[in-house]
C-alpha cells in the first residue's frame, strides 16, 4: 500500500477549508470513467476482447449510476472485470479516524461517529483510505449468513452493558462495512434465497435490519455481481425482486477471434519457457475448436483458464526437454503439445456416452488446431521440397530428448526452410530451437495433409515416407 501523502487534510476543520465536498460513490465513478473517457485514457486496463461489446455497456450502467451483474459461463474474465473498477476511484479518499464504517467526516452516519462529530467539531481527526481498500469482494457460498452480509448483535458490547435494543451492539457485517466503496459478490446465485432478501433493502431504501429491529443507515455502497447462466437452473437462482434492483445485466463472452485469445494467453500465463506465437495460435484454434465441438458440453464452457493451462504445459514440457538435452535457451515445439491432452482433459466436461474416447477428441481437435495454423502461416509456400528431402531418405526425429540442432541437421540445406522460418517469424540467425519448432510445424502440416508418415512411440517421432 502506498504511503498517505503528507499534505492531505488531518482534521473535519481542514478538510472543510480545502473545499472538500462529499460524493457519492456512483457519483465518484460517474466523474472519472467521464475524465478518462475524455482524455483518451483506457479505464479498464489488462482487459482483452470486450471493448466493442462488454465493455460499452458496462460503461453506460456506471454512467448512469447502476448496480451490475455480470452473466456468462466460467473463464469469461468477470471477477477480473470487477475488479479493474477500483481504478476508477479516487486514489485516496477521506474517512473518521477511528471509526467502525469507512464514514465521510464531514456526512457521518452511525451514531458513534454523529456523537463524535458533534463533540469534536472541526478537530474530529481525518484519516485516509486508498482506493484498494475500498473494493470488497465475497465468494457467494451456501454457508453464508445474513450475519456475515449484513451483520448480527454482538454478545460482547451487549456484555459490556449496554442494552439489547441499542443499535451499537450491532457487528456490521461485509456490506456495511464497504460504505463508500463497492461490493462484488461473486456467483450470486449460490446465496441461497433466504440469504438474498436480505440485500432488497441495501439495494433500494438504503438501510440494514437485524435482529427485528431497524437501523437506518443511508448505506452508499455499489453493488456488482456475477453469475452463470447455468446456475438459474442447476444450482440456483437469483430471486425475481433482486434481479428488478439490479440496473443492468451484462452478458460476457469468450474472445471472440485468435488474436484475443492469442492476448488472453500472453498476457495470463506464466511461461517457464519461450512459447512462440504460432504455437499459441494452435492452442488459441484448439480452444476455439472445443467450443464449438458437439462433445464438449458447452453448458457448462471452455473456460480461458484452459487455454492459459495449456499454454503453461507446453512451456514446462519444453523446459524439461532443455534440462534433458542441455540445449538453451529452452524453446517450446510442436512435439510439446502432445502433453496437454492427458494433462488437460479433466477440466472439460464432455457430452454423456463420450466416457473413454475423452483423449480421442481432443488429439483430433488439436490436430485440426495444428493444421489450420499451418495453413494460415505457409498459405502460398510450396512444401514439396521439404516433402521431397525426407521422401529422400532425409527422415526426421524429435521429441523430448531431441535438441533442435538435431533437427536441423537431420535435414539438408533448402532454402524453402528460410521461407519456412520466416512464416513462422523467425530469423536465419536465431537459436537453432527456434527455427527447429518452425521446421517441425511444416513437417506435421505435411503429415496432416497425408504427404508424409509418422512414427511415434513414448518419446520419439520420426518423420518419414
Not at 457430452?351 to 474416447?357: A, D, H, L, S, W
Amino acid at each position: 500500500m502506498n504511503d498517505v501523502p503528507a499534505n492531505l487534510p488531518r482534521t473535519a476543520g481542514d478538510l472543510r477549508a480545502a473545499g472538500h465536498l462529499p460524493r457519492s460513490i456512483k457519483q465518484e465513478l460517474h466523474d472519472n470513467l467521464l475524465v478518462k473517457l475524455r482524455t483518451g485514457e483506457d479505464p479498464w486496463p489488462g482487459i482483452v476482447g470486450f471493448s466493442r461489446t462488454v465493455l460499452p455497456q458496462l460503461e453506460r450502467a456506471l454512467l448512469a449510476g447502476h448496480d451490475v451483474v455480470l452473466l456468462g459461463e466460467r473463464g469469461q474474465g468477470k471477477t477480473r472485470l470487477l475488479r479493474t473498477l477500483a481504478g476508477l476511484l479516487d486514489e485516496w479518499t477521506p474517512v473518521i479516524e477511528g471509526a467502525e464504517l469507512a464514514e465521510h467526516p464531514l456526512d457521518p452516519i452511525t451514531p458513534e461517529s454523529r456523537r463524535r462529530a458533534a463533540e469534536l467539531g472541526d478537530t474530529l481527526p481525518v484519516a485516509w483510505r486508498h482506493r484498494d481498500q475500498r473494493y470488497t469482494e465475497k465468494l457467494a457460498t451456501p454457508d453464508t449468513s445474513v450475519g456475515d452480509l449484513i451483520g448480527d448483535v454482538d454478545p460482547v458490547k451487549v456484555a459490556e452493558g449496554r442494552s439489547l435494543g441499542d443499535p451499537e451492539t450491532i457487528h456490521f457485517g461485509l456490506v456495511p462495512r464497504a460504505h463508500r466503496g463497492i461490493v462484488a459478490i461473486n456467483e450470486l446465485p449460490d446465496l441461497a434465497e433466504r440469504i438474498q432478501v436480505a440485500l432488497l433493502n441495501v439495494m433500494e431504501e438504503r438501510d440494514i435490519q437485524v435482529r427485528g429491529y431497524t437501523l437506518r443507515l443511508p448505506l452508499d455502497v455499489l453493488l456488482v455481481s456475477t453469475a452463470n447462466p447455468e446456475d438459474y437452473t442447476n444450482r440456483g437462482r437469483i430471486i425475481t425482486p433482486l434481479k428488478d434492483r439490479f440496473g443492468a445485466e451484462i452478458r460476457t463472452h469468450y474472445p471472440l477471434d485468435v488474436d484475443a485469445e492469442i492476448a488472453v494467453v500472453r498476457q495470463e500465463a506464466h511461461l517457464v519457457a519461450e512459447v512462440g506465437e504460432p504455437l499459441l495460435e494452435v492452442l488459441a484454434r484448439f480452444v476455439r475448436n472445443l467450443r464449438e465441438s458437439p462433445v464438449i458440453d458447452q453448458r457448462s464452457g471452455v473456460s480461458a483458464r484452459f487455454a492459459v493451462a495449456a499454454a503453461e504445459t507446453v512451456g514446462a514440457a519444453a523446459l524439461r526437454r532443455s534440462a534433458l538435452t542441455g540445449e538453451e535457451p529452452a524453446v517450446a515445439r510442436p512435439v510439446d503439445l502432445d502433453a496437454v491432452p492427458a494433462v488437460l482433459r479433466g477440466k472439460l466436461e464432455f457430452e454423456p456416452g463420450e466416457e473413454g474416447r475423452e483423449t480421442e477428441h481432443l488429439v483430433h481437435l488439436l490436430r485440426r488446431a495444428v493444421a489450420e495454423t499451418a495453413r494460415s502461416r505457409f498459405a502460398g509456400l510450396d512444401l514439396v521440397p521439404l516433402a521431397d528431402a525426407v521422401e529422400n531418405g532425409h527422415l526426421v526425429a524429435t521429441g523430448e530428448r531431441v535438441p533442435g540442432k538435431d533437427v536441423l541437421a537431420a535435414l539438408p540445406e533448402l532454402p524453402v526452410l528460410h521461407d519456412v522460418a520466416a512464416r513462422a517469424g523467425v530469423g536465419p540467425d536465431e537459436p537453432a530451437g527456434r527455427i527447429a519448432a518452425a521446421v517441425e510445424l511444416a513437417l506435421e502440416s505435411l503429415f496432416l495433409s497425408r504427404k508424409l508418415a509418422k512414427d511415434s512411440d513414448d518419446t520419439t517421432t520420426v518423420y518419414g515416407r
